[in-house]
């Protein structure tokens, strides 16, 4: 059974700082992860994905992978306080399925 | 692009009901897959569906069941209702063959309270 991990939080960042977020897994052959942000009481939007090691920015966010020690992280620059949200780290189930096994999510807050 | 349509998104229902949940994925998507969180249990993964073939299965009991259409429109039923089935269920679409790595993307969601 694949495992997706995440420290539950809540993390608590001051307005303009870098938020960081990290999730780890349990297989080695995952391929692509997926990065989610849920406000409360709505459904996961997609902010990132990444599929190579490395960095992956996109505005604020940055996604970076490393398949060796099987993390995944998202850090977002100068923090808004319209980034609190729960922030859900995914990756694929299996191989060649779009099912994904999800974090339980990390709970951030920004405080202004 | 319209987005992945799901409905109702309230639902209140008694014990040993049944209920039909309905989704409309993104035009083009011919993958439907259903998710149920709570807050105990985050999301759990409930089918997944293409061209109206169920593809995985997730653990929950026979109650659960779903089914896709050839407009790739989906619904799932829950028979029996429990009071542990009140959730946030959720409906998510993907573009299909070829694109494995591509994400899922999230309708707004049925909230189903069970009394």
């Known amino acids: 059974q694949k495992e997706v991990e995440q420290n539950s939080g809540p993390l608590s960042v001051p307005e303009g700082a870098i938020a960081s977020l990290n999730c780890t897994y349990s297989?080695?052959?995952?391929?692509?992860f997926f990065w989610y942000r849920q406000y409360s009481g709505k459904s996961p939007e997609l902010i990132m994905s990444?599929?190579?090691?490395g960095d992956k920015e996109d505005g604020r966010f940055t996604a970076q992978l490393n398949k060796a020690s099987q993390y995944v992280s998202l850090l977002i620059r100068d923090s808004q306080p319209s980034d609190s949200a729960t922030y859900l780290c995914a990756a694929p189930s299996r191989a060649g399925s779009y099912q994904l096994t999800f974090g339980k999510g990390t709970k951030l807050s920004v405080i202004p | 692009k319209a987005g992945v349509t799901q409905t109702p998104r309230y639902l209140i229902k008694t014990r040993g009901q049944q209920v039909t949940l309905s989704c409309s994925p993104i035009?083009?998507?011919?993958?439907v897959s259903w998710y149920q969180q709570t807050p105990g249990q985050g999301l759990q993964f409930l089918f997944e569906?293409?061209?109206?073939?169920?593809?995985n299965k997730g653990n929950f009991p026979g109650r659960f069941s779903g089914r896709q259409f050839s407009n790739s429109r989906s619904e799932m039923n829950v028979s029996t209702l429990e009071l542990g089935d009140s959730a946030l269920y959720l409906c998510a679409s993907n573009v299909g063959p070829g694109g494995v790595n591509s994400p899922l993307h999230f309708g707004n969601g049925t909230r189903l309270t069970v009394t």
């Open positions: 569906y293409f061209s109206e073939t169920q593809r």
């Open positions: 990444i599929y190579s090691n």
């Open positions: 297989d080695r052959g995952s391929q692509s």
């Open positions: 035009s083009g998507h011919r993958s």
